[in-house]
T-cell receptor, first 113, second 112 residues
Framework: QKEVEQNSGPLSVPEGAIASLNCTYSDRVSQSFFWYRQYSGKSPELIMS????GDKEDGRFTAQLNKASQYVSLLIRDSQPSDSATYLC?????????????FGPGTRLSVLP | SAVISQKPSRDICQRGTSLTIQCQVD?????MFWYRQQPGQSLTLIATANQGSEATYESGFVIDKFPISRPNLTFSTLTVSNMSPEDSSIYLCSVGGGVEQYFGPGTRLTVT
């Protein structure tokens, strides 16, 4: 069973702080990892993708990947109330029929003014 | 990334009826997918819509309940058949851009 796990939250951080969102996955051979942001009532929006071990930075967002530990995280620096949303971790798993996107349950982030 | 539209954006349907959801993309794409997001839940893949062949369904989803069409590289439909209140969900179309996936705005379905 291919699984992606996240803390459901809610994770509350004060405005200006760093929000840290974590994700673990079950398949050691997975190579592609994604973070989506979903505002209430809206569809998921891709904000980061990462394929290699280490850090990948894009503005206030940093994705971190550790394949040995099967762990991927998303850091949001200088958190803003507009960052309040559910953050979904997605992993591509391979099987005999091809590749599947599997989403985690999501972590609800609340940034307090 | 591609611009994706879905129709209808929302609907309220009676038990036992069927609803067809349309997904239109502004460019040709190889891979199109249909997901379901039940209230308060994450996304679950229903099927991959293949152009020119039958859709590939995930475990727990069957063609009789969720027939899919993919007549060309920019359009797909998902039908939710013989609906029950348990089918009340958001249904999302997504397209593959290489490895990544991008989502349409979704269709919010309520079955009464």
């Amino acid at each position: 069973q291919k699984e992606v796990e996240q803390n459901s939250g809610p994770l509350s951080v004060p405005e200006g702080a760093i929000a840290s969102l974590n994700c673990t996955y079950s398949d050691r051979v997975s190579q592609s990892f994604f973070w989506y942001r979903q505002y209430s009532g809206k569809s998921p929006e891709l904000i980061m993708s990462i394929y290699s071990n280490g850090d990948k930075e894009d503005g206030r967002f940093t994705a971190q990947l550790n394949k040995a530990s099967q762990y991927v995280s998303l850091l949001i620096r200088d958190s803003q109330p507009s960052d309040s949303a559910t953050y979904l971790c997605a992993v591509i798993f391979s099987n005999n029929y091809g590749q599947n996107f599997v989403f985690g349950p999501g972590t609800r982030l609340s940034v307090l003014p | 990334s591609a611009v994706i539209s879905q129709k209808p954006s929302r609907d309220i349907c009676q038990r036992g009826t069927s609803l067809t959801i349309q997904c239109q993309v502004d460019s040709q794409v190889t891979m199109m997918f249909w997901y379901r997001q039940q209230p308060g839940q994450s996304l679950t893949l229903i099927a991959t819509a293949n152009q020119g062949s039958e859709a590939t369904y995930e475990s727990g989803f069957v063609i009789d309940k969720f027939p899919i069409s993919r007549p060309n590289l920019t359009f797909s439909t998902l039908t939710v058949s013989n609906m029950s209140p348990e089918d009340s969900s958001i249904y999302l179309c997504s397209v593959g851009g290489g490895v990544e996936q991008y989502f349409g705005p979704g269709t919010r379905l309520t079955v009464t």
